[in-house]
């Protein structure tokens, strides 16, 4: 993948991140829906950094086509 699509997936997965950030409470979650939409969160982040800044070749590479 080029350079200009894994940024904007990057970004499209960061700002999923922001918007499932604003449906988090500010407390320590303690219900199993509060547990997944911190995972949720984290997953889109990680996501993020992968496309965007594409450790060890991962997407440039295509190891997972």
């Keep these: 993948m080029d350079k200009r699509p894994r940024l904007v997936v ?6 999923v991140a922001c918007i499932m950030a604003t449906t988090l409470e ?5 219900t199993v829906v509060e547990i997944l939409r911190v995972f949720v969160v984290l997953m889109a982040l990680f996501l993020g950094f992968v496309y965007l800044f594409d450790p060890r070749g991962l997407i440039t590479e295509r190891r997972f086509h």
């Design 10 to 15: 990057g970004t499209i997965w960061i700002a």
């Design 26 to 30: 500010p407390s320590v979650p303690t």
